[in-house]
């Protein structure tokens, strides 16, 4: 076998070092181009464009959010901006919805990506829903009439006779309470109405003797009208609570661990509780 000369032999050398190094800068550079390719066609929280689809109840809830078309301001439109804004996308309100159930149904169906709009959290609508965690912690409550609660009680304490109550109890119809009430008091005559409104009337003239809702709503209806502790006492019930989230289309979990990361890291992990909704409320109320 004929030796090659040294110089030839270092010429060869270099030459395939120079191939390696440019073969491995070429690979490089198609990795890069793979993962940017990827990066580009991951799948995004959001499944509707530049816009994050956001149902919301059309009537108010203050100091949750107002009613259709009388602006933005809430805790709950401030958590709709602000998620939006973290997504890089505009925040459209569909404000159709009727009834808290109906805001459910708009997500289920696939025309709204989140439900925004002091919702509580329900076995019934974890069914069709993913649920972000709670922002928001809420007691369960009962205002009731006080005469028809002095008849019922015949001197008892009126919690003593709480569970087995048998009278006339009125429920926001598709509210989360219309949902808890037979469970919670399997003896009483369920009253559902369209509104909270009908429902305090029917507490102050005596149509039913008591109703149920969360303790913050109970408690900001005494805000509103102390004139309503001479007709109606309020109770609370310590050991029922009522947690409000953000309901979250079930075909996008990548939105759903968005809203959770969002509500880790933006919010501090905060859960609202009744007396910081009632000082908001009262505050808003001064302005």
Known sequence: MLALPHELRMRMSVTRRTLLMAGSGGLLISQAQAASTQAQNAPKPVASGDALRIAMPAFASNPFFPADGLGDNGIDMELAHGIAAQLGVEPVFDRSAATFDGMVNLVSSGQADLAIGKLSRTLQRGRSI???????????????????????????????????????????????FATYAPTTFP????????????????????????AYRDDFEIKKLMVDDPSMTVVARSITLTDKVDTIAVGVRPDNPHLAAFVDLYLDLARGQQVLNTDEIIARYRQGSKA
Not at 153 to 174: C, H, S
Not at 190 to 207: K, V
Request: aromatic share 8%.
């Open 130 to 176: 993913v649920y972000s965690r709670p922002y928001a912690m809420l007691r369960q409550g009962l205002i009731a009439n006080r005469l028809n609660l002095a008849r019922i009680a015949q001197g008892k304490p009126p919690e003593q006779i709480i569970r087995d109550f048998a009278g006339d109890l009125g429920v926001i119809e598709g509210s989360s």
């Open 187 to 210: 003896h009483a005559q369920i009253q559902r109405f369209a509104s909270w409104d009908l429902i305090i009337d029917a507490i102050r003239n005596g149509t039913i003797d008591m």
